[in-house]
Protein backbone atom coordinates (compact mmCIF):
# COMPACT_ATOMS: atom_id res chain seq x y z
CA UNK A 1 0.00 0.00 0.00
CA UNK A 2 1.02 3.89 -0.81
CA UNK A 3 0.25 6.13 1.49
CA UNK A 4 -0.57 9.80 0.68
CA UNK A 5 -1.72 12.91 2.14
CA UNK A 6 -3.62 16.10 1.06
CA UNK A 7 -3.92 19.44 2.38
CA UNK A 8 -7.59 19.81 2.51
CA UNK A 9 -9.73 22.88 3.93
CA UNK A 10 -7.49 24.03 7.33
CA UNK A 11 -5.95 20.36 8.21
CA UNK A 12 -4.90 17.02 6.03
CA UNK A 13 -6.24 14.32 5.07
CA UNK A 14 -4.28 11.10 4.30
CA UNK A 15 -5.19 8.08 2.22
CA UNK A 16 -3.80 4.50 1.41
CA UNK A 17 -4.01 3.40 -2.59
CA UNK A 18 -2.97 -0.47 -3.63
CA UNK A 19 0.32 -1.20 -5.08
CA UNK A 20 -1.93 -2.96 -8.12
CA UNK A 21 -2.48 0.36 -9.15
CA UNK A 22 0.19 2.12 -11.44
CA UNK A 23 0.62 5.57 -9.64
CA UNK A 24 2.10 8.52 -10.57
CA UNK A 25 2.37 11.37 -7.91
CA UNK A 26 2.76 14.63 -9.34
CA UNK A 27 4.37 17.15 -7.48
CA UNK A 28 5.33 20.82 -8.47
CA UNK A 29 9.17 20.93 -7.81
CA UNK A 30 10.20 21.49 -4.25
CA UNK A 31 12.71 24.02 -4.17
CA UNK A 32 13.85 25.74 -0.68
CA UNK A 33 14.35 29.39 -0.40
CA UNK A 34 17.82 29.93 -1.12
CA UNK A 35 18.26 32.40 1.53
CA UNK A 36 15.65 33.93 4.49
CA UNK A 37 12.21 35.05 2.88
CA UNK A 38 12.70 38.53 4.65
CA UNK A 39 16.25 38.97 2.98
CA UNK A 40 14.76 37.75 -0.39
CA UNK A 41 11.82 40.66 -0.47
CA UNK A 42 14.05 43.47 0.88
CA UNK A 43 17.02 42.64 -1.87
CA UNK A 44 14.22 42.73 -4.77
CA UNK A 45 12.87 46.15 -3.40
CA UNK A 46 16.58 47.22 -3.16
CA UNK A 47 17.00 46.38 -6.35
CA UNK A 48 13.91 46.56 -8.77
CA UNK A 49 14.57 45.03 -12.05
CA UNK A 50 15.55 47.03 -14.86
CA UNK A 51 17.59 49.46 -12.53
CA UNK A 52 14.17 50.96 -11.65
CA UNK A 53 14.64 54.32 -9.42
CA UNK A 54 11.28 54.81 -7.22
CA UNK A 55 12.51 57.42 -6.02
CA UNK A 56 12.04 59.39 -9.34
CA UNK A 57 8.85 58.10 -9.91
CA UNK A 58 7.58 60.11 -6.80
CA UNK A 59 7.61 63.10 -4.98
CA UNK A 60 6.53 63.46 -1.31
CA UNK A 61 3.16 64.76 -2.19
CA UNK A 62 2.82 61.80 -4.45
CA UNK A 63 -0.59 59.91 -3.69
CA UNK A 64 -0.30 56.04 -3.92
CA UNK A 65 -3.12 53.26 -4.35
CA UNK A 66 -1.61 49.96 -3.29
CA UNK A 67 -3.96 47.00 -4.42
CA UNK A 68 -3.73 43.98 -2.70
CA UNK A 69 -5.46 40.21 -3.59
CA UNK A 70 -8.61 38.85 -1.46
CA UNK A 71 -9.01 36.37 0.85
CA UNK A 72 -8.90 33.77 -2.03
CA UNK A 73 -5.13 34.30 -2.61
CA UNK A 74 -2.61 32.89 -0.38
CA UNK A 75 0.05 36.07 -0.76
CA UNK A 76 2.25 36.87 2.35
CA UNK A 77 0.88 40.62 2.81
CA UNK A 78 2.54 40.27 6.18
CA UNK A 79 6.08 40.18 4.76
CA UNK A 80 5.84 41.97 1.45
CA UNK A 81 3.60 44.96 2.71
CA UNK A 82 5.43 46.60 5.14
CA UNK A 83 9.11 45.93 3.01
CA UNK A 84 7.20 47.81 0.49
CA UNK A 85 5.96 50.45 3.13
CA UNK A 86 9.56 51.34 3.97
CA UNK A 87 10.63 51.90 0.93
CA UNK A 88 7.89 54.23 -0.31
CA UNK A 89 8.72 56.20 3.25
CA UNK A 90 12.66 56.44 2.38
CA UNK A 91 11.61 57.52 -1.56
CA UNK A 92 9.54 60.44 0.04
CA UNK A 93 6.17 59.69 0.35
CA UNK A 94 4.00 60.39 3.21
CA UNK A 95 2.13 58.02 5.03
CA UNK A 96 -1.55 59.71 4.83
CA UNK A 97 -0.81 59.62 0.97
CA UNK A 98 -1.13 55.64 1.18
CA UNK A 99 -4.41 53.97 0.43
CA UNK A 100 -4.94 50.05 0.24
CA UNK A 101 -7.13 48.65 -2.26
CA UNK A 102 -8.70 45.10 -1.83
CA UNK A 103 -9.19 43.61 -5.29
CA UNK A 104 -11.99 41.22 -4.86
CA UNK A 105 -12.90 41.74 -8.48
CA UNK A 106 -16.71 39.67 -9.09
CA UNK A 107 -16.28 38.45 -5.44
CA UNK A 108 -18.17 39.64 -2.28
CA UNK A 109 -16.80 42.94 -1.33
CA UNK A 110 -14.94 41.83 1.89
CA UNK A 111 -16.10 43.41 5.36
CA UNK A 112 -13.52 45.12 8.02
CA UNK A 113 -13.78 42.59 10.25
CA UNK A 114 -11.77 40.52 7.37
CA UNK A 115 -9.10 42.61 6.69
CA UNK A 116 -7.13 40.72 9.51
CA UNK A 117 -6.62 37.95 7.50
CA UNK A 118 -4.89 40.01 4.84
CA UNK A 119 -2.80 42.66 6.74
CA UNK A 120 -1.01 43.16 10.16
CA UNK A 121 -3.04 45.00 12.79
CA UNK A 122 -0.60 48.06 12.73
CA UNK A 123 -0.82 48.21 9.21
CA UNK A 124 -5.17 48.23 9.39
CA UNK A 125 -4.87 50.92 12.00
CA UNK A 126 -2.76 53.32 10.09
CA UNK A 127 -4.03 52.98 6.86
CA UNK A 128 -7.26 53.93 4.75
CA UNK A 129 -8.41 50.30 3.50
CA UNK A 130 -11.14 50.14 0.77
CA UNK A 131 -12.78 46.81 -0.39
CA UNK A 132 -13.08 47.63 -4.06
CA UNK A 133 -17.14 46.59 -5.67
CA UNK A 134 -16.97 46.25 -9.43
CA UNK A 135 -21.04 46.44 -8.82
CA UNK A 136 -20.75 50.61 -8.11
CA UNK A 137 -20.75 52.03 -11.12
CA UNK A 138 -20.61 55.47 -9.63
CA UNK A 139 -17.28 54.25 -8.18
CA UNK A 140 -16.01 53.45 -11.74
CA UNK A 141 -13.96 55.71 -13.89
CA UNK A 142 -14.10 54.92 -17.75
CA UNK A 143 -10.70 54.59 -18.82
CA UNK A 144 -11.18 53.07 -22.82
CA UNK A 145 -11.45 50.04 -24.60
CA UNK A 146 -9.18 47.18 -25.49
CA UNK A 147 -8.62 46.17 -28.89
CA UNK A 148 -10.39 42.81 -28.23
CA UNK A 149 -13.31 44.99 -27.00
CA UNK A 150 -13.20 45.13 -23.45
CA UNK A 151 -14.43 47.94 -22.47
CA UNK A 152 -12.25 49.25 -19.10
CA UNK A 153 -13.79 50.64 -16.02
CA UNK A 154 -11.98 50.96 -12.54
CA UNK A 155 -12.33 51.94 -9.12
CA UNK A 156 -12.26 55.54 -8.95
CA UNK A 157 -10.04 55.21 -6.20
CA UNK A 158 -7.23 53.63 -7.75
CA UNK A 159 -7.71 55.34 -10.75
CA UNK A 160 -6.62 58.98 -9.15
CA UNK A 161 -3.63 58.23 -7.45
CA UNK A 162 -0.37 59.13 -9.01
CA UNK A 163 1.76 56.02 -8.13
CA UNK A 164 -0.66 52.47 -8.48
CA UNK A 165 0.81 49.24 -7.05
CA UNK A 166 -0.08 45.87 -7.20
CA UNK A 167 1.01 43.35 -4.54
CA UNK A 168 0.14 39.66 -5.52
CA UNK A 169 1.77 36.28 -6.60
CA UNK A 170 2.71 34.53 -9.60
CA UNK A 171 1.49 30.97 -10.14
CA UNK A 172 -0.35 29.04 -13.04
CA UNK A 173 -4.14 30.00 -13.28
CA UNK A 174 -6.47 27.85 -15.52
CA UNK A 175 -7.60 30.02 -18.30
CA UNK A 176 -5.46 33.45 -17.70
CA UNK A 177 -2.42 31.60 -17.96
CA UNK A 178 -0.77 32.27 -14.60
CA UNK A 179 -1.78 34.87 -12.14
CA UNK A 180 0.31 37.98 -11.42
CA UNK A 181 1.53 41.37 -12.53
CA UNK A 182 -1.25 43.93 -13.68
CA UNK A 183 -4.42 41.02 -12.93
CA UNK A 184 -4.84 42.39 -9.34
CA UNK A 185 -5.74 45.02 -10.46
CA UNK A 186 -6.76 44.94 -14.28
CA UNK A 187 -9.51 42.25 -12.92
CA UNK A 188 -9.43 43.00 -9.09
CA UNK A 189 -10.14 46.65 -8.90
CA UNK A 190 -12.26 46.88 -12.61
CA UNK A 191 -15.71 46.66 -13.18
CA UNK A 192 -17.93 43.95 -13.47
CA UNK A 193 -18.52 44.59 -17.80
CA UNK A 194 -14.80 44.67 -18.25
CA UNK A 195 -14.73 41.30 -16.05
CA UNK A 196 -17.50 39.76 -17.59
CA UNK A 197 -15.88 40.74 -21.13
CA UNK A 198 -12.37 39.50 -20.31
CA UNK A 199 -13.20 36.23 -19.01
CA UNK A 200 -15.78 35.48 -22.37
CA UNK A 201 -12.41 34.94 -24.05
CA UNK A 202 -12.40 32.00 -21.80
CA UNK A 203 -14.16 30.12 -24.49
CA UNK A 204 -11.32 30.65 -26.99
CA UNK A 205 -8.55 27.11 -27.21
CA UNK A 206 -5.45 29.58 -26.52
CA UNK A 207 -6.89 30.72 -23.04
CA UNK A 208 -5.05 27.62 -21.14
CA UNK A 209 -3.19 27.04 -18.29
CA UNK A 210 0.66 27.73 -18.34
CA UNK A 211 0.06 29.97 -21.74
CA UNK A 212 0.72 33.85 -21.62
CA UNK A 213 2.27 34.83 -24.52
CA UNK A 214 -0.81 33.80 -26.93
CA UNK A 215 -3.17 33.39 -24.26
CA UNK A 216 -6.09 36.18 -25.97
CA UNK A 217 -7.46 36.15 -22.44
CA UNK A 218 -4.55 37.27 -20.75
CA UNK A 219 -2.78 39.74 -23.26
CA UNK A 220 -6.44 41.70 -22.39
CA UNK A 221 -5.64 41.76 -19.68
CA UNK A 222 -2.04 42.95 -20.16
CA UNK A 223 -3.79 45.79 -22.27
CA UNK A 224 -6.32 46.95 -19.10
CA UNK A 225 -3.02 46.84 -17.02
CA UNK A 226 -1.63 49.64 -19.51
CA UNK A 227 -5.19 51.61 -20.11
CA UNK A 228 -5.45 51.64 -16.02
CA UNK A 229 -1.74 52.88 -15.43
CA UNK A 230 -0.30 50.40 -13.43
CA UNK A 231 3.05 51.26 -12.81
CA UNK A 232 4.64 48.88 -10.16
CA UNK A 233 4.41 45.34 -9.14
CA UNK A 234 5.43 43.51 -6.18
CA UNK A 235 4.96 39.67 -6.43
CA UNK A 236 6.24 36.23 -5.47
CA UNK A 237 6.77 32.76 -6.21
CA UNK A 238 6.47 30.47 -3.76
CA UNK A 239 6.70 26.72 -2.95
CA UNK A 240 4.41 24.34 -1.81
CA UNK A 241 4.86 25.14 1.82
CA UNK A 242 4.39 28.48 0.83
CA UNK A 243 7.94 30.02 1.55
CA UNK A 244 8.90 32.55 -1.23
CA UNK A 245 11.28 31.73 -3.47
CA UNK A 246 11.44 34.40 -5.61
CA UNK A 247 10.26 37.81 -5.22
CA UNK A 248 10.16 40.74 -8.29
CA UNK A 249 9.81 44.34 -8.01
CA UNK A 250 9.48 46.80 -11.17
CA UNK A 251 7.16 47.65 -14.24
CA UNK A 252 4.71 44.61 -14.45
CA UNK A 253 5.83 43.55 -17.53
CA UNK A 254 9.41 42.71 -16.58
CA UNK A 255 8.07 41.28 -12.83
CA UNK A 256 5.85 38.53 -15.31
CA UNK A 257 8.65 37.95 -17.47
CA UNK A 258 10.92 37.00 -14.92
CA UNK A 259 8.21 35.66 -12.50
CA UNK A 260 6.67 33.24 -14.88
CA UNK A 261 10.39 31.44 -15.76
CA UNK A 262 10.36 30.68 -12.45
CA UNK A 263 6.80 29.44 -11.91
CA UNK A 264 7.30 27.40 -15.33
CA UNK A 265 10.41 25.57 -13.69
CA UNK A 266 8.55 24.79 -10.32
CA UNK A 267 5.03 23.80 -11.46
CA UNK A 268 5.34 22.08 -15.06
CA UNK A 269 5.51 18.59 -14.58
CA UNK A 270 5.76 15.37 -17.12
CA UNK A 271 3.91 12.22 -17.09
CA UNK A 272 5.05 9.71 -19.85
CA UNK A 273 0.82 8.84 -20.41
CA UNK A 274 -2.22 9.82 -19.72
CA UNK A 275 -4.03 7.89 -17.00
CA UNK A 276 -7.42 6.93 -16.16
CA UNK A 277 -8.39 8.27 -12.46
CA UNK A 278 -6.18 11.39 -11.47
CA UNK A 279 -7.21 12.23 -7.36
CA UNK A 280 -6.32 15.70 -6.86
CA UNK A 281 -6.49 18.56 -4.01
CA UNK A 282 -7.17 21.68 -4.87
CA UNK A 283 -3.93 22.53 -1.99
CA UNK A 284 -5.89 23.47 1.40
CA UNK A 285 -7.13 26.35 2.45
CA UNK A 286 -6.95 29.70 1.09
CA UNK A 287 -7.55 27.44 -2.80
CA UNK A 288 -10.38 25.16 -1.60
CA UNK A 289 -12.33 28.18 0.13
CA UNK A 290 -15.25 27.18 -2.38
CA UNK A 291 -15.87 25.42 -5.15
CA UNK A 292 -15.79 28.47 -7.28
CA UNK A 293 -12.15 28.51 -6.28
CA UNK A 294 -11.33 24.65 -6.73
CA UNK A 295 -12.81 24.11 -9.73
CA UNK A 296 -9.60 25.34 -10.96
CA UNK A 297 -7.98 21.89 -9.84
CA UNK A 298 -10.27 19.96 -11.99
CA UNK A 299 -9.47 21.74 -15.11
CA UNK A 300 -5.38 20.77 -14.42
CA UNK A 301 -6.04 17.16 -13.54
CA UNK A 302 -7.89 16.88 -16.51
CA UNK A 303 -5.07 18.03 -18.71
CA UNK A 304 -3.76 14.13 -17.82
CA UNK A 305 -6.81 11.82 -18.45
CA UNK A 306 -7.50 9.68 -21.15
CA UNK A 307 -10.85 10.02 -22.57
CA UNK A 308 -13.56 9.24 -20.07
CA UNK A 309 -10.54 8.96 -17.00
CA UNK A 310 -12.25 10.11 -13.87
CA UNK A 311 -11.48 13.39 -11.32
CA UNK A 312 -11.74 12.28 -7.69
CA UNK A 313 -11.32 16.57 -6.60
CA UNK A 314 -10.77 16.42 -2.16
CA UNK A 315 -11.80 20.49 -1.77
CA UNK A 316 -13.38 21.26 1.70
CA UNK A 317 -15.51 24.29 0.35
CA UNK A 318 -15.95 25.67 3.97
CA UNK A 319 -17.54 28.71 2.81
CA UNK A 320 -20.15 27.07 -0.21
CA UNK A 321 -20.22 27.65 -3.92
CA UNK A 322 -18.97 30.73 -3.88
CA UNK A 323 -21.09 32.56 -6.59
CA UNK A 324 -25.01 33.05 -5.86
CA UNK A 325 -24.75 33.41 -9.33
CA UNK A 326 -23.47 30.23 -10.09
CA UNK A 327 -26.09 28.74 -7.62
CA UNK A 328 -29.05 30.55 -9.29
CA UNK A 329 -27.78 29.49 -12.60
CA UNK A 330 -27.79 25.71 -11.93
CA UNK A 331 -31.50 25.84 -10.42
CA UNK A 332 -33.66 24.53 -13.65
CA UNK A 333 -30.56 22.56 -14.88
CA UNK A 334 -30.83 18.47 -14.72
CA UNK A 335 -27.51 17.49 -16.81
CA UNK A 336 -24.47 18.26 -18.66
CA UNK A 337 -25.69 19.25 -21.91
CA UNK A 338 -28.23 21.16 -20.08
CA UNK A 339 -26.03 23.66 -18.88
CA UNK A 340 -23.96 24.19 -21.95
CA UNK A 341 -26.92 24.55 -23.93
CA UNK A 342 -28.23 27.24 -21.49
CA UNK A 343 -25.02 28.71 -20.98
CA UNK A 344 -24.33 29.12 -24.76
CA UNK A 345 -28.30 30.54 -25.38
CA UNK A 346 -27.26 33.60 -22.76
CA UNK A 347 -25.21 36.34 -22.69
CA UNK A 348 -22.01 35.58 -21.08
CA UNK A 349 -21.68 36.26 -17.29
CA UNK A 350 -19.74 35.22 -14.63
CA UNK A 351 -20.78 32.79 -12.08
CA UNK A 352 -22.71 30.92 -15.01
CA UNK A 353 -19.57 30.49 -16.70
CA UNK A 354 -18.36 28.21 -13.91
CA UNK A 355 -20.95 26.17 -14.10
CA UNK A 356 -19.89 25.92 -18.45
CA UNK A 357 -16.45 25.14 -17.35
CA UNK A 358 -17.18 22.27 -15.19
CA UNK A 359 -19.95 20.47 -18.04
CA UNK A 360 -17.08 21.16 -20.09
CA UNK A 361 -15.13 18.82 -18.12
CA UNK A 362 -17.31 16.55 -16.85
CA UNK A 363 -18.56 15.54 -20.34
CA UNK A 364 -15.24 14.32 -20.93
CA UNK A 365 -14.41 13.34 -17.33
CA UNK A 366 -16.81 12.38 -14.56
CA UNK A 367 -16.50 14.43 -11.22
CA UNK A 368 -16.21 13.27 -7.55
CA UNK A 369 -15.84 15.37 -4.85
CA UNK A 370 -15.56 15.41 -1.22
CA UNK A 371 -15.90 18.60 0.57
CA UNK A 372 -18.05 19.60 3.47
CA UNK A 373 -21.44 20.99 1.19
CA UNK A 374 -24.25 18.68 1.59
CA UNK A 375 -24.61 15.45 -0.94
CA UNK A 376 -27.90 16.90 -2.28
CA UNK A 377 -26.54 20.28 -3.16
CA UNK A 378 -23.53 18.26 -5.12
CA UNK A 379 -25.60 16.33 -6.73
CA UNK A 380 -27.55 19.87 -8.10
CA UNK A 381 -24.11 20.89 -9.38
CA UNK A 382 -24.17 17.63 -11.89
CA UNK A 383 -21.42 16.08 -9.36
CA UNK A 384 -20.87 13.26 -7.94
CA UNK A 385 -20.49 13.57 -3.72
CA UNK A 386 -18.73 10.85 -2.09
CA UNK A 387 -17.40 10.57 1.87
CA UNK A 388 -13.92 9.71 1.98
CA UNK A 389 -11.02 9.11 -0.87
CA UNK A 390 -11.76 5.30 -0.31
CA UNK A 391 -15.36 5.86 -1.10
CA UNK A 392 -14.63 7.85 -4.21
CA UNK A 393 -12.31 4.96 -5.15
CA UNK A 394 -14.93 2.71 -5.00
CA UNK A 395 -16.95 5.07 -6.89
CA UNK A 396 -15.14 5.40 -9.43
CA UNK A 397 -14.16 1.86 -10.01
CA UNK A 398 -17.94 1.26 -9.99
CA UNK A 399 -18.11 3.82 -12.77
CA UNK A 400 -15.20 2.37 -14.80
CA UNK A 401 -13.66 -0.78 -13.94
CA UNK A 402 -10.89 -0.28 -16.86
CA UNK A 403 -9.42 1.59 -13.99
CA UNK A 404 -5.25 1.35 -13.47
CA UNK A 405 -3.15 3.65 -13.99
CA UNK A 406 -3.52 6.92 -10.80
CA UNK A 407 -2.23 10.64 -10.67
CA UNK A 408 -2.23 12.24 -7.51
CA UNK A 409 -1.96 15.50 -7.44
CA UNK A 410 -1.50 16.79 -4.14
CA UNK A 411 -1.10 20.82 -5.49
CA UNK A 412 -3.40 20.32 -8.47
CA UNK A 413 -3.94 24.22 -8.73
CA UNK A 414 -0.28 24.94 -8.29
CA UNK A 415 0.59 22.01 -10.94
CA UNK A 416 0.62 22.56 -14.48
CA UNK A 417 0.89 18.21 -15.42
CA UNK A 418 1.60 17.90 -18.98
CA UNK A 419 2.05 14.77 -21.05
CA UNK A 420 5.69 14.22 -22.02
CA UNK A 421 5.31 14.09 -25.86
CA UNK A 422 3.30 17.85 -25.73
CA UNK A 423 4.80 21.16 -26.37
CA UNK A 424 3.32 23.85 -24.17
CA UNK A 425 3.54 27.93 -24.69
Known amino acids: ?78 MLVPLLLEELFTSGVKQENIRFIIGVGTHTPMSEDEYPKLLPAEIIKKYSIISHNCDDEMGLNYKGITTRGTPVFVNREFDKADIRIVVGNIEPHHFAGFSGGVKSAAIGVCGRRTITTNHS ?81 AGGYPKDINLYQAQKAMTHASLILRPGGIILLA ?31 QVFSIGPHKAFQIARIAKDHPILLLSLLPPERVRQLLLTPVNSIEDGLFQ ?30
Open 1 to 78: MSTFSFHYGHSFLSFTLPETFEIHQVLPSFVEPDKPEKEIVRQAIDQPLNALVLSEMVTPESTVAIVINDKTRPVPNS
Open 396 to 425: ANKMDNRIHSIAVLPYAVSTIPIISDQVYQ
Open 201 to 281: LLLNKDATVGNFETNPLRQDIEEIGQLIHVDLALNVVMNTNKQILSCLFGKPEDVMREGMKVSRRVSMQELPHPVDLVIAS
Open 315 to 345: AACEEGIGSPEYEIFMQDVYSLDDSIAKFSE
